[in-house]
Each structure stands twice: as C-alpha cells, then as structure tokens.
C-alpha cells in the first residue's frame, strides 16, 4: 500500500520553497510543517542505518535498534516564530499515525539530560550511528542553555510496496528557532550482484540536485581500473547523457581518507578520467561533453571512521556544468 496520507496531514499545502538550499525538495512521501524552510538535503544509496527504538541505558547506550539498508533520503527544515516544539511534534505524530504506520519509538522531552525518547541525550546517541556531515551546518543537538526541548518519531511502513521508514527528530535551537531532521530510508536496491543505478534514476537527481552520486563504480584496490561488473553502470551514463543530449558534466572522483592527501587527490582524479575516457571511447559521448576532476576525500559525505562510512565516501559524481 502507498502512504501518501502524511505529506497532506502535515497542514503545509503551499509551503514556500523560496529560501530552500539549492536543489533542495520535500520527499514524496513526507512534507514540511507549514512555513518551514529546508536548509539542507542528501540523498545516498546503499546505507546502512540503525533506528532507535529505546531510551538510553547507559553511557551513549540503547539497547534496542532496527537495523535497516537502502537508500537515504536526509532533509533538515529551520522554522522560525511562534509555532511551539510540542505543535511540530503532536502534528508529526498525528499524521504518521493516521497514515497507518507501525510507529516504532516515540517521545518529546523538555529536559535534555533525560535517557527516555525524544531528549537531546537520546538522539545524539541516535545520531552518533547515523552522524551527518560536520561542516554543513545542522544545529539539532545545539543550541543555547535556555533552548531546551526535542522529540523523536521512528516509524515503518510500505511505500510503493516497498519497505520504508522514517525518522522524524525536532529541537528548539534557539527561543525563535526550531529545527527538524527527517531521514527516509527505502529498502531498494540492496542486491549488490545487479546494476544499482540506471539512467532514469540519474536523470531524476541531476534535475532535482543538479548533481548524482554514484557509489557503485567499483576501481580495483589502488588503481584507476574499473572493476568489470561496474561497467554495466558506466554504459547507465552513457544512457542518461543520451536521455540529456544537452548537459555537460563535471566527473568528480571522490576518495575516502586512507593515505595521504596528495595520493588521494592524484587516484580520485585518474579514477575519474578513467571515466571519462570509457564514455567517450567505447560509448562514443563527446570529449567537450566532460571534465574529469578529482577532490580525494576533502568533501565526506560519512565518517571515515567506519568501514561503511569509508564506502560512501568512495564515490564517483556527476555534477551538472
């Protein structure tokens, strides 16, 4: 069964998106509370992620988790006036519940040390598992002394037909300020023997973002040589240069941390032109179509702390010229 009851419980038809960060979008199957601004997005393939489902039972404990993979949806909404903490979250809870879902933890607390659901305490050590990017800004476990208050919502259902679940966290940043994190995550393309991406998904993100990633090029260790069961997904975008006759792109190779800078700027930028050279040579796109670059790890979208954090990290992107 399709879930679509959430998005219009959430009183948000005709919600500005004037001031969303470029590329930005509600999810189809959640939508903003009405006046809320998305600040900041992400969408990844091939997560692993771990919902919390208990109180805190110890030092950055919780005993009880669901452990999920697929693709990841992040959204992260500022809203300011008077709109309070408990209206975000009775109204969040309202529309999941009458949308059918099996509502898996739940809870708003004003005190933040608290160990039960929805404290700050108890989302970091959420969060701590399914950590996002230091650098862009997101100021739900912040805030000033006087700022208390947060909730937690994790819910699972069927969307498409597909196994889905969302994760709804809110906090008063400052006396004007509230913020939300909202993570969906689609239990699709897991099966790591088949193509993961194909043209038409492609099309989709760079329409919507201007830019795809692509975690399933695969190079042999060290090198800038394509692994063969990863070409099928280069000739996917040779398709959607086909699908988009007009767009050029920058390849931008991506690496995690493991040894230096300067041998990961090198490698990201030879993977990247190994690339580029397999698209023009053997599926004949235009040279002046593309331009490979590489960053090496200087711009993570996980940890490199983590074997899985290092794998998204790993990634080869399609950025829109």
């Given at each position: 069964?399709?879930?679509?009851?959430?998005?219009?419980?959430?009183?948000?038809?005709?919600?500005?998106?004037?001031?969303?960060?470029?590329?930005?979008?509600?999810?189809?199957?959640?939508?903003?509370?009405?006046?809320?601004?998305?600040?900041?997005?992400?969408?990844?393939?091939?997560?692993?992620?771990?919902?919390?489902?208990?109180?805190?039972?110890?030092?950055?404990?919780?005993?009880?988790?669901t452990e999920v993979k697929g693709k990841r949806t992040r959204l992260y909404y500022t809203i300011s006036g008077t709109v309070s903490l408990r209206d975000l979250y009775l109204n969040y809870q309202s529309a999941l519940k009458r949308a059918g879902v099996t509502i898996l933890a739940e809870g708003q607390q004003d005190k933040s040390t608290s160990p039960e659901v929805g404290s700050r305490t108890m989302i970091g050590v959420h969060f701590a598992r399914n950590d996002f990017p230091p650098s862009v800004g997101i100021n739900l476990l912040k805030g000033s002394a006087t700022s208390a208050g947060s909730f937690y919502i994790a819910a699972s259902m069927k969307h498409d037909n597909v196994p889905a679940h969302v994760v709804v966290s809110g906090s008063q940043y400052t006396s004007e300020v509230k913020v939300m994190m909202v993570d969906i995550i689609e239990e699709v393309g897991i099966d790591t023997d088949k193509v993961q991406v194909d043209a038409v998904w492609m099309k989709q993100q760079i329409e919507a973002y201007g830019k795809v990633a692509i975690n399933d090029i695969l190079f042999n260790t060290d090198k800038a040589t394509v692994q063969a069961a990863s070409l099928p997904v280069v000739a996917e975008i040779a398709k959607l240069l086909g699908l988009m006759p007009e767009l050029k792109a920058f390849v931008v190779g991506h690496t995690d941390m493991t040894c230096t800078l300067e041998h990961n700027l090198d490698l990201s930028k030879r993977r990247a032109a190994e690339v580029v050279r397999l698209l023009t040579t053997v599926h004949g796109i235009a040279a002046a179509r593309l331009e490979a670059h590489g960053v090496g790890p200087l711009t993570p979208v996980s940890t490199n702390k983590t074997e899985a954090g290092k794998q998204l990290n790993r990634r080869v992107e399609l950025v829109a010229r």
């Open positions: 069964m399709r879930h679509t009851l959430i998005a219009l419980l959430l009183l948000s038809v005709g919600a500005s998106n004037a001031q969303d960060a470029n590329g930005c979008k509600d999810h189809p199957l959640i939508t903003r509370y009405l006046g809320a601004t998305l600040a900041w997005c992400e969408e990844q393939n091939h997560v692993d992620y771990a919902i919390a489902r208990g109180p805190v039972t110890g030092y950055k404990n919780i005993d009880l988790w």
